[in-house]
Protein backbone atom coordinates (compact mmCIF):
# COMPACT_ATOMS: atom_id res chain seq x y z
CA UNK A 1 0.00 0.00 0.00
CA UNK A 2 1.17 3.49 -0.47
CA UNK A 3 -0.14 6.79 1.12
CA UNK A 4 2.13 9.16 1.09
CA UNK A 5 5.06 6.92 -0.52
CA UNK A 6 7.76 8.38 1.68
CA UNK A 7 8.96 5.40 3.39
CA UNK A 8 12.49 5.54 3.59
CA UNK A 9 12.87 1.60 3.36
CA UNK A 10 10.44 1.38 0.69
CA UNK A 11 8.41 -0.78 2.01
CA UNK A 12 5.05 0.64 -0.41
CA UNK A 13 6.87 -0.64 -3.43
CA UNK A 14 7.32 -4.69 -4.43
CA UNK A 15 9.65 -6.00 -7.41
CA UNK A 16 7.08 -8.14 -9.18
CA UNK A 17 4.04 -7.20 -6.19
CA UNK A 18 0.86 -5.47 -6.95
CA UNK A 19 0.92 -1.83 -5.13
CA UNK A 20 -2.73 -0.38 -3.78
CA UNK A 21 -1.77 3.46 -4.41
CA UNK A 22 -3.49 5.75 -2.60
CA UNK A 23 -2.11 8.63 -4.19
CA UNK A 24 -5.93 9.88 -6.09
CA UNK A 25 -7.51 9.78 -2.80
CA UNK A 26 -6.26 13.09 -0.52
CA UNK A 27 -9.76 15.05 -0.30
CA UNK A 28 -9.49 16.09 3.66
CA UNK A 29 -12.89 17.64 5.09
CA UNK A 30 -13.09 20.12 8.28
CA UNK A 31 -15.98 20.09 10.38
CA UNK A 32 -15.07 22.94 12.44
CA UNK A 33 -18.05 22.77 14.76
CA UNK A 34 -16.43 19.50 16.32
CA UNK A 35 -13.14 20.44 15.51
CA UNK A 36 -12.19 16.85 13.62
CA UNK A 37 -11.06 16.49 10.03
CA UNK A 38 -11.76 13.10 7.99
CA UNK A 39 -8.91 12.77 5.23
CA UNK A 40 -8.30 9.97 2.46
CA UNK A 41 -5.71 7.89 3.11
CA UNK A 42 -3.57 8.90 0.64
CA UNK A 43 -3.52 12.83 1.48
CA UNK A 44 -0.10 14.40 2.63
CA UNK A 45 0.45 16.73 6.06
CA UNK A 46 0.07 19.41 3.61
CA UNK A 47 -3.13 19.07 2.36
CA UNK A 48 -4.15 18.10 5.51
CA UNK A 49 -2.55 21.50 7.17
CA UNK A 50 -3.77 23.50 4.36
CA UNK A 51 -7.11 22.30 4.94
CA UNK A 52 -7.69 22.79 8.64
CA UNK A 53 -5.58 26.04 9.46
CA UNK A 54 -8.12 27.34 7.42
CA UNK A 55 -10.22 27.24 10.36
CA UNK A 56 -7.17 28.06 12.26
CA UNK A 57 -7.15 24.69 13.76
CA UNK A 58 -4.34 21.46 13.46
CA UNK A 59 -3.18 18.14 14.93
CA UNK A 60 0.04 16.73 15.65
CA UNK A 61 1.52 15.81 12.21
CA UNK A 62 4.94 14.79 10.37
CA UNK A 63 7.41 17.71 10.54
CA UNK A 64 8.07 17.37 6.53
CA UNK A 65 4.34 18.71 4.41
CA UNK A 66 5.02 15.71 1.89
CA UNK A 67 5.24 13.14 3.58
CA UNK A 68 1.68 11.15 4.24
CA UNK A 69 -0.81 10.90 6.59
CA UNK A 70 -1.12 7.37 5.99
CA UNK A 71 2.21 5.59 6.93
CA UNK A 72 2.84 8.24 9.78
CA UNK A 73 -0.66 7.94 11.01
CA UNK A 74 -0.42 4.39 11.44
CA UNK A 75 3.24 4.25 12.91
CA UNK A 76 2.78 6.51 16.04
CA UNK A 77 2.98 9.77 14.29
CA UNK A 78 5.85 12.35 15.85
CA UNK A 79 5.62 15.71 14.99
CA UNK A 80 5.85 19.78 16.52
CA UNK A 81 2.82 19.74 18.31
CA UNK A 82 3.07 16.43 19.89
CA UNK A 83 4.28 18.85 23.40
CA UNK A 84 0.63 18.94 23.76
CA UNK A 85 -1.64 16.79 22.27
CA UNK A 86 0.43 13.51 21.93
CA UNK A 87 1.21 11.29 18.33
CA UNK A 88 -0.39 11.60 15.39
CA UNK A 89 -1.56 8.65 16.49
CA UNK A 90 -3.32 10.18 19.83
CA UNK A 91 -5.28 11.98 17.81
CA UNK A 92 -6.64 9.06 15.62
CA UNK A 93 -10.74 9.47 16.28
CA UNK A 94 -12.00 6.79 13.79
CA UNK A 95 -10.50 4.84 10.63
CA UNK A 96 -12.77 3.21 7.52
CA UNK A 97 -10.62 0.02 6.77
CA UNK A 98 -11.01 -2.83 4.10
CA UNK A 99 -9.32 -6.07 5.49
CA UNK A 100 -7.89 -8.51 3.10
CA UNK A 101 -11.12 -10.16 2.38
CA UNK A 102 -12.53 -6.83 0.94
CA UNK A 103 -14.57 -6.41 4.19
CA UNK A 104 -15.17 -2.66 4.83
CA UNK A 105 -15.09 -1.60 8.54
CA UNK A 106 -15.37 1.61 10.63
CA UNK A 107 -12.71 1.38 13.16
CA UNK A 108 -12.93 3.10 16.33
CA UNK A 109 -12.97 2.96 19.92
CA UNK A 110 -16.51 1.63 20.09
CA UNK A 111 -16.49 -0.14 16.74
CA UNK A 112 -13.98 -3.04 16.16
CA UNK A 113 -12.22 -1.57 19.21
CA UNK A 114 -9.32 -3.72 19.59
CA UNK A 115 -8.22 -3.01 15.58
CA UNK A 116 -8.45 0.27 16.94
CA UNK A 117 -6.12 0.12 19.29
CA UNK A 118 -3.71 -1.75 16.82
CA UNK A 119 -3.86 0.70 13.74
CA UNK A 120 -2.57 3.18 16.47
CA UNK A 121 1.39 2.38 15.88
CA UNK A 122 0.99 -1.03 14.44
CA UNK A 123 1.90 0.23 10.82
CA UNK A 124 0.00 -0.68 7.43
CA UNK A 125 -0.84 -4.55 8.49
CA UNK A 126 -4.11 -4.77 8.26
CA UNK A 127 -5.47 -3.42 5.74
CA UNK A 128 -6.20 -0.47 3.52
CA UNK A 129 -7.11 2.82 5.23
CA UNK A 130 -9.06 4.83 3.15
CA UNK A 131 -9.92 7.42 5.53
CA UNK A 132 -8.66 8.67 9.11
CA UNK A 133 -10.99 11.01 11.27
CA UNK A 134 -8.45 13.38 13.58
CA UNK A 135 -9.16 15.41 16.64
CA UNK A 136 -8.40 18.63 15.66
CA UNK A 137 -7.10 21.94 18.17
CA UNK A 138 -6.97 25.83 17.89
CA UNK A 139 -3.17 26.05 16.73
CA UNK A 140 -1.16 28.95 15.79
CA UNK A 141 0.60 31.11 14.78
CA UNK A 142 3.64 29.36 16.52
CA UNK A 143 6.72 30.71 17.64
CA UNK A 144 8.97 28.73 16.07
CA UNK A 145 11.91 27.66 13.65
CA UNK A 146 15.55 26.48 13.79
CA UNK A 147 18.37 28.26 15.76
CA UNK A 148 22.33 27.82 14.25
CA UNK A 149 25.32 27.32 15.93
CA UNK A 150 29.34 26.61 14.25
CA UNK A 151 30.22 23.23 14.77
CA UNK A 152 33.01 23.94 16.60
CA UNK A 153 30.40 24.61 19.54
CA UNK A 154 28.36 20.96 18.30
CA UNK A 155 28.88 19.23 21.55
CA UNK A 156 27.81 21.97 23.51
CA UNK A 157 24.81 22.83 21.87
CA UNK A 158 23.88 19.51 21.26
CA UNK A 159 24.23 19.18 25.33
CA UNK A 160 22.05 22.27 25.38
CA UNK A 161 19.52 20.31 23.23
CA UNK A 162 19.22 17.96 25.70
CA UNK A 163 19.36 19.53 28.84
CA UNK A 164 16.16 21.87 27.25
CA UNK A 165 14.60 18.82 25.58
CA UNK A 166 14.35 17.19 28.98
CA UNK A 167 12.78 20.44 31.02
CA UNK A 168 10.28 22.02 28.61
CA UNK A 169 6.38 22.86 28.77
CA UNK A 170 3.93 20.68 27.05
CA UNK A 171 3.76 24.17 24.64
CA UNK A 172 7.18 23.19 23.07
CA UNK A 173 8.55 20.13 20.93
CA UNK A 174 11.79 20.24 19.15
CA UNK A 175 14.51 18.87 17.38
CA UNK A 176 18.51 19.31 17.09
CA UNK A 177 20.54 18.10 14.01
CA UNK A 178 23.87 17.92 12.86
CA UNK A 179 23.72 19.15 9.27
CA UNK A 180 25.10 21.32 6.66
CA UNK A 181 24.52 24.78 4.82
CA UNK A 182 23.49 25.05 1.35
CA UNK A 183 27.31 25.90 1.01
CA UNK A 184 28.62 22.99 2.38
CA UNK A 185 29.84 24.76 6.14
CA UNK A 186 28.87 21.84 8.76
CA UNK A 187 26.87 23.12 11.66
CA UNK A 188 24.61 22.17 14.77
CA UNK A 189 20.77 23.34 14.64
CA UNK A 190 18.07 23.59 17.63
CA UNK A 191 14.91 23.89 15.89
CA UNK A 192 12.29 24.39 18.23
CA UNK A 193 8.07 25.01 18.01
CA UNK A 194 6.28 27.01 20.96
CA UNK A 195 2.26 26.71 20.24
CA UNK A 196 0.82 28.66 22.55
CA UNK A 197 0.99 32.24 23.95
CA UNK A 198 3.53 34.20 22.27
CA UNK A 199 5.30 35.77 24.90
CA UNK A 200 5.52 33.09 27.31
CA UNK A 201 7.08 31.22 24.28
CA UNK A 202 9.64 33.97 23.88
CA UNK A 203 11.04 33.52 27.64
CA UNK A 204 10.80 29.54 27.59
CA UNK A 205 13.10 29.78 24.25
CA UNK A 206 15.64 33.00 25.80
CA UNK A 207 18.52 30.05 26.45
CA UNK A 208 18.41 28.71 23.05
CA UNK A 209 18.55 31.90 21.05
CA UNK A 210 21.17 33.42 23.78
CA UNK A 211 23.28 30.56 23.14
CA UNK A 212 26.33 30.87 21.45
CA UNK A 213 25.29 33.01 20.11
CA UNK A 214 23.81 31.36 16.92
CA UNK A 215 24.83 31.80 13.47
CA UNK A 216 21.61 32.49 12.20
CA UNK A 217 18.44 32.78 14.83
CA UNK A 218 15.49 32.23 12.27
CA UNK A 219 12.92 31.24 15.52
CA UNK A 220 9.79 33.89 14.32
CA UNK A 221 6.17 33.97 14.82
CA UNK A 222 5.18 31.90 12.35
CA UNK A 223 1.80 30.18 10.51
CA UNK A 224 2.00 26.92 11.09
CA UNK A 225 1.46 25.52 7.64
CA UNK A 226 5.01 27.30 7.38
CA UNK A 227 6.62 25.36 10.12
CA UNK A 228 5.23 22.15 8.40
CA UNK A 229 7.36 23.09 5.60
CA UNK A 230 10.92 24.83 7.17
CA UNK A 231 13.01 21.36 6.52
CA UNK A 232 10.89 20.17 2.79
CA UNK A 233 13.41 21.08 0.45
CA UNK A 234 15.87 19.13 2.39
CA UNK A 235 14.01 16.07 1.65
CA UNK A 236 12.98 16.81 -2.38
CA UNK A 237 12.02 14.15 -3.85
CA UNK A 238 14.45 12.49 -6.57
CA UNK A 239 17.26 12.17 -4.59
CA UNK A 240 18.48 9.11 -3.32
CA UNK A 241 18.03 8.20 0.87
CA UNK A 242 19.16 5.97 3.45
CA UNK A 243 17.39 6.33 7.31
CA UNK A 244 18.21 4.47 9.98
CA UNK A 245 16.73 5.27 13.54
CA UNK A 246 16.32 4.16 17.12
CA UNK A 247 14.51 5.40 20.15
CA UNK A 248 16.85 7.30 22.71
CA UNK A 249 15.80 7.92 26.72
CA UNK A 250 18.67 9.89 27.27
CA UNK A 251 21.01 11.28 25.28
CA UNK A 252 24.60 10.98 27.14
CA UNK A 253 28.15 12.68 25.92
CA UNK A 254 29.31 9.80 24.85
CA UNK A 255 26.65 9.17 22.25
CA UNK A 256 27.18 13.05 21.06
CA UNK A 257 30.74 12.75 20.58
CA UNK A 258 29.95 9.54 18.14
CA UNK A 259 27.43 11.48 16.44
CA UNK A 260 30.05 14.32 15.69
CA UNK A 261 32.60 11.87 15.04
CA UNK A 262 30.68 9.86 12.71
CA UNK A 263 28.83 12.89 11.64
CA UNK A 264 32.26 14.17 10.39
CA UNK A 265 33.01 11.71 8.15
CA UNK A 266 29.73 11.84 6.29
CA UNK A 267 30.65 10.55 2.63
CA UNK A 268 27.41 12.97 1.49
CA UNK A 269 27.07 17.17 2.47
CA UNK A 270 23.38 16.46 2.33
CA UNK A 271 23.13 13.84 4.87
CA UNK A 272 21.97 14.68 8.42
CA UNK A 273 21.87 13.15 11.73
CA UNK A 274 19.21 14.75 14.41
CA UNK A 275 17.13 14.35 17.39
CA UNK A 276 13.58 14.27 16.90
CA UNK A 277 11.53 14.30 20.35
CA UNK A 278 7.90 12.23 21.44
CA UNK A 279 6.67 15.49 23.26
CA UNK A 280 5.56 15.74 26.67
CA UNK A 281 2.00 14.59 26.18
CA UNK A 282 3.19 11.89 24.29
CA UNK A 283 5.06 10.45 26.59
CA UNK A 284 2.71 10.60 29.54
CA UNK A 285 -0.16 7.81 27.23
CA UNK A 286 0.27 4.70 28.90
CA UNK A 287 2.78 2.41 26.55
CA UNK A 288 0.14 -0.66 26.35
CA UNK A 289 -2.88 2.03 25.71
CA UNK A 290 -2.01 2.06 22.13
CA UNK A 291 0.12 -0.13 19.87
CA UNK A 292 2.79 2.48 19.96
CA UNK A 293 4.99 1.48 22.98
CA UNK A 294 7.85 3.49 23.24
CA UNK A 295 6.01 6.22 25.40
CA UNK A 296 9.16 6.62 27.21
CA UNK A 297 11.60 7.37 24.92
CA UNK A 298 13.12 11.56 24.49
CA UNK A 299 13.28 11.05 21.57
CA UNK A 300 14.05 9.08 18.24
CA UNK A 301 17.46 9.94 17.29
CA UNK A 302 18.32 9.05 13.75
CA UNK A 303 20.80 9.09 10.84
CA UNK A 304 19.28 10.48 7.17
CA UNK A 305 21.95 9.63 4.12
CA UNK A 306 20.88 11.81 1.36
CA UNK A 307 22.92 11.94 -2.17
CA UNK A 308 22.56 12.51 -5.36
CA UNK A 309 24.74 10.29 -7.39
CA UNK A 310 23.85 6.33 -7.96
CA UNK A 311 27.68 5.22 -7.68
CA UNK A 312 27.76 6.19 -4.61
CA UNK A 313 25.19 4.15 -3.08
CA UNK A 314 27.55 1.77 -1.08
CA UNK A 315 29.47 4.31 0.68
CA UNK A 316 26.50 6.10 2.16
CA UNK A 317 25.06 3.12 2.72
CA UNK A 318 27.70 1.65 4.59
CA UNK A 319 27.72 4.95 6.52
CA UNK A 320 24.50 5.32 8.20
CA UNK A 321 24.84 1.43 9.27
CA UNK A 322 28.40 2.01 10.65
CA UNK A 323 26.40 5.10 12.54
CA UNK A 324 23.55 3.24 13.51
CA UNK A 325 25.48 0.36 15.20
CA UNK A 326 27.82 2.64 16.93
CA UNK A 327 24.65 4.82 18.11
CA UNK A 328 23.00 1.50 19.22
CA UNK A 329 24.57 1.19 22.95
CA UNK A 330 23.09 4.35 24.11
CA UNK A 331 19.37 3.98 22.62
CA UNK A 332 16.85 1.69 23.61
CA UNK A 333 17.23 -1.07 21.20
CA UNK A 334 14.14 -0.32 19.96
CA UNK A 335 13.34 1.09 16.01
CA UNK A 336 10.84 3.28 15.22
CA UNK A 337 8.27 1.02 12.72
CA UNK A 338 8.19 4.00 10.55
CA UNK A 339 11.83 3.63 9.59
CA UNK A 340 12.57 -0.28 10.07
CA UNK A 341 13.39 -1.63 7.09
CA UNK A 342 12.47 -5.43 5.67
CA UNK A 343 12.84 -8.22 7.93
CA UNK A 344 15.13 -9.53 5.35
CA UNK A 345 17.74 -6.38 6.36
CA UNK A 346 16.30 -6.07 10.13
CA UNK A 347 16.27 -9.53 11.35
CA UNK A 348 13.37 -11.22 13.29
CA UNK A 349 14.57 -9.71 16.68
CA UNK A 350 14.60 -6.00 15.77
CA UNK A 351 10.94 -6.31 13.95
CA UNK A 352 9.76 -7.30 17.57
CA UNK A 353 11.65 -4.87 19.48
CA UNK A 354 10.09 -2.33 16.91
CA UNK A 355 6.68 -3.35 18.35
CA UNK A 356 8.15 -4.11 22.23
CA UNK A 357 5.43 -5.41 24.57
CA UNK A 358 2.62 -5.39 21.87
CA UNK A 359 4.11 -7.38 18.93
CA UNK A 360 1.89 -10.63 20.51
CA UNK A 361 -1.32 -8.63 20.13
CA UNK A 362 -0.62 -7.40 17.22
CA UNK A 363 0.30 -10.72 16.03
CA UNK A 364 -3.54 -11.89 16.97
CA UNK A 365 -5.02 -9.22 14.82
CA UNK A 366 -2.91 -10.13 12.23
CA UNK A 367 -4.32 -13.82 12.66
CA UNK A 368 -7.61 -12.00 12.48
CA UNK A 369 -7.55 -9.46 9.87
CA UNK A 370 -4.89 -11.15 7.49
CA UNK A 371 -4.12 -14.17 8.16
CA UNK A 372 -3.05 -15.14 4.63
CA UNK A 373 -0.36 -12.36 4.86
CA UNK A 374 -1.83 -10.89 1.79
CA UNK A 375 -0.18 -7.12 3.20
CA UNK A 376 3.48 -8.24 3.53
CA UNK A 377 5.51 -6.07 2.51
CA UNK A 378 5.21 -3.62 5.00
CA UNK A 379 5.70 -3.07 9.05
CA UNK A 380 6.37 -6.88 8.97
CA UNK A 381 4.01 -8.06 11.75
CA UNK A 382 3.29 -11.73 10.73
CA UNK A 383 0.47 -13.89 11.04
CA UNK A 384 1.07 -17.01 13.65
CA UNK A 385 -1.54 -19.07 12.78
C1 LIG B 1 11.71 13.23 4.82
C2 LIG B 1 10.98 12.41 5.84
C3 LIG B 1 10.51 13.03 7.00
C4 LIG B 1 9.82 12.32 7.95
N1 LIG B 1 9.40 12.96 9.07
C5 LIG B 1 8.70 12.27 9.99
C6 LIG B 1 8.18 12.93 11.14
O1 LIG B 1 8.32 14.14 11.32
N2 LIG B 1 7.51 12.19 12.04
C7 LIG B 1 7.32 10.85 11.89
O2 LIG B 1 6.70 10.23 12.75
N3 LIG B 1 7.81 10.21 10.81
C8 LIG B 1 8.48 10.89 9.87
N4 LIG B 1 8.96 10.24 8.76
C9 LIG B 1 8.74 8.79 8.64
C10 LIG B 1 7.36 8.52 8.09
O3 LIG B 1 6.47 8.38 9.16
C11 LIG B 1 7.34 7.24 7.25
O4 LIG B 1 8.20 7.41 6.17
C12 LIG B 1 5.94 6.86 6.79
O5 LIG B 1 5.96 5.53 6.35
C13 LIG B 1 5.46 7.74 5.67
O6 LIG B 1 4.14 7.49 5.34
P1 LIG B 1 3.71 7.54 3.79
O7 LIG B 1 2.26 7.25 3.74
O8 LIG B 1 4.19 8.79 3.16
O9 LIG B 1 4.58 6.34 3.24
P2 LIG B 1 4.32 5.21 2.12
O10 LIG B 1 5.68 4.87 1.61
O11 LIG B 1 3.29 5.63 1.14
O12 LIG B 1 3.73 4.04 2.96
C14 LIG B 1 4.50 3.31 3.86
C15 LIG B 1 3.67 2.18 4.41
O13 LIG B 1 2.67 2.71 5.30
C16 LIG B 1 1.48 1.94 5.17
N5 LIG B 1 0.40 2.82 4.68
C17 LIG B 1 0.52 4.06 4.15
N6 LIG B 1 -0.70 4.57 3.89
C18 LIG B 1 -1.60 3.61 4.24
C19 LIG B 1 -3.03 3.52 4.20
N7 LIG B 1 -3.79 4.54 3.79
N8 LIG B 1 -3.60 2.37 4.64
C20 LIG B 1 -2.85 1.34 5.09
N9 LIG B 1 -1.50 1.36 5.14
C21 LIG B 1 -0.89 2.49 4.73
C22 LIG B 1 1.78 0.81 4.23
O14 LIG B 1 2.22 -0.31 4.91
C23 LIG B 1 2.88 1.40 3.38
O15 LIG B 1 3.65 0.42 2.76
C24 LIG B 1 9.61 10.93 7.77
C25 LIG B 1 10.06 10.31 6.61
C26 LIG B 1 10.72 11.04 5.65
C27 LIG B 1 11.20 10.36 4.39
Not at 195 to 218: C, H
Amino acid sequence: MRGGGHNAPGVAVREGGLMIDLAGMRSVRVDPARRTARAEGGATWADFDRETQAFGLATTGGAISHTGIGGLTLGGGLGWLAGRYGLVCDNLLSADLVTADGTVLIVSPTENAELFWGLRGGGGNFGVVTSFEYQLHLVGPVLGGPALYPFAKAKEALILYRDFAASIPDEVNTLGALLNSPDGDPGAAIAVCYNGSLDAGERVLRDIRAFGPPLADDIAPTPYCKIQTLFDEAFARGRRYYFKSNFTRRISDDAIDTLIEHFRAAPSRQSIVYFQQLGNAANRVDPTATAFSHRDALCEWGCDAVWLDPAADGENIRWARELAEAMRPFTTGSDYVNHIGLETEEGTDRIRAAYGANYDRLAALKNKYDPTNLFRHNQNIKPTA
